[in-house]
């Protein structure tokens, strides 16, 4: 059973960075797509990030220019570099794979870890 499981939550300031990870239980260059998504109280969950078997990326507009995934299939992890970090970026944060395409809605991708929470303070 493919497991992901997220790590590098936390609490930081505005302005902080903090470096989320994504380990899979089976070798990442088996998926087509990797995801970030985020929830924040209140509200529905955002897809933000996804990187392709191709390497290409795509960025929520909320997140695009402060945020970067990036994949290493060596050590089958997913990365989320969160840079310039906002109050409003406080959510919890949840990875995703899929073997065929990359897709809107979370329910879709066959695999999702558990979550992590990130809290940004001003």
């Known amino acids: 059973q493919v497991q992901l499981v997220e790590s590098g939550g936390g609490s930081v300031q505005a302005g902080g960075s903090l470096r989320l990870s994504c380990a899979s239980s089976?070798?990442?260059?088996?998926?087509?797509?990797m995801a970030w998504f985020r929830q924040a109280p209140g509200k529905e969950r955002e897809r933000i990030a996804t990187?392709?078997?191709?390497?290409?990326?795509m960025y929520a507009d909320s997140v695009k220019g402060r945020f970067t995934i990036s994949q290493d299939n060596a050590k089958n992890t997913l990365f989320l570099q969160m840079d310039s970090l906002e109050p409003e970026d406080t959510a919890m944060y949840y990875c995703?794979?899929?073997?065929?395409?990359?897709?809107?809605?979370?329910?879709?991708?066959?695999?999702r870890g558990q979550g992590t929470q990130v809290t940004v303070t001003l």
């Open positions: 995703t794979a899929a073997e065929h395409n990359c897709y809107n809605n979370y329910r879709t991708y066959p695999y």
């Open positions: 990187i392709d078997r191709n390497s290409n990326t």
């Open positions: 089976t070798d990442t260059y088996t998926y087509y797509c």
